[in-house]
């Protein structure tokens, strides 16, 4: 994989400026020369881009979508769907009655039968840290791939990174919010102490059950799937895709947080990682 893949800075500006996207429409722009997108059927996991942005700017043929529903009420957020027609995922049919934009509701871990090679390319963006079952849902996407498919992932942040609880937004009993970027939590914090340990931490920023609430969303909630780093390339590597993984760095680990988290979780040592790019086929 190229050490460095730039976005189409034209087409992630349209994208930020008509389409209110920011990371999105950047790995869109980088999976469309990376992978090719232009003519081609898509699936998307683990969200929906704008139809316009896919139709206008990416030059796609047809996008069907797959949402995961239960992630979105689990975390207390709404999802905008465009008005875009929406079908239960099992109910789909076959991808000649498609046409357009689809979004199913659903887990590609049941993608349907009918649907087996059916694209010619998968995009991700901030989904594959969210799903439980990735050696599952990667043999499902490897299947709803026709011949000559590619699939383009970004995901992050991921468990072993300084962030890797990706806190929801809350908001305590005084009127305080706090969020993935803007939590009392220190970096690898998540990592390096036990949920009481965190939970007493918390207490002297907030309230106690706004502090209970977000040691359930770090440790126990199903939003993450709490992959290390290496977890993803052995997940990769047993799919029957062939391709590369790459990660993209935030900053070096401090010599002692890296003994420390090497001590803690054996045969880990990518914990520098904020997230990973996947170019598989």
Not at 86 to 91: D, Q, S, T
Not at 130 to 159: K, N, T, V
Not at 234 to 249: H, K, P
Request: net charge negative; hydrophobic share 40%; proline share 7%.
């Amino acid at each position: 994989m190229k050490t460095e893949m730039r976005p189409d800075p034209e087409v992630s500006r349209i994208g930020r400026e008509k389409y209110q996207l920011q990371y999105q429409a950047v790995h869109a722009s980088i999976a469309a020369q990376e992978i090719g997108l232009d003519g081609k059927t898509v699936l998307e996991i683990g969200g929906n881009l704008p139809a316009g942005f896919v139709f206008d700017q990416l030059k796609v043929k047809r996008w069907v979508a797959i949402q995961e529903p239960t992630y979105w009420s689990e975390i207390g957020t709404g999802v905008d769907l465009g008005g875009a027609r929406v079908l239960p995922i099992e109910e789909c049919p076959p991808i000649e009655r498609l046409e357009g934009y689809t979004v199913l509701l659903g887990q590609i871990e049941k993608l349907p039968t009918a649907l087996y090679g059916s694209f010619d390319r998968i995009f991700s963006v901030a989904a594959f840290e969210h799903i439980h079952e990735l050696g599952l849902a990667l043999r499902m996407m490897r299947r709803a791939l026709a011949a000559d498919g590619a699939l383009y992932s970004m995901h992050a942040p991921i468990w072993s990174t300084h962030d890797g609880h990706h806190l929801p937004s809350v908001t305590d009993e005084a009127g305080k919010a706090f969020s993935c970027g803007n939590v009392p939590i220190p970096p690898w914090g998540h990592l390096l102490m036990r949920p009481p340990e965190m939970f007493r931490l918390l207490q002297g920023h907030m309230d106690e059950r706004t502090a209970s609430k977000i040691c359930y969303y770090v440790y126990h909630s199903p939003h993450i799937n709490r992959l290390f780093y290496e977890d993803y390339l052995s997940y990769a590597g047993v799919s029957g895709f062939r391709g590369e993984v790459a990660g993209f760095v935030c900053g070096p680990v401090p010599e002692d947080i890296q003994r420390r988290l090497e001590l803690l979780y054996p045969g880990r040592a990518r914990f520098d990682a904020q997230g990973q790019v996947m170019i598989l086929r």
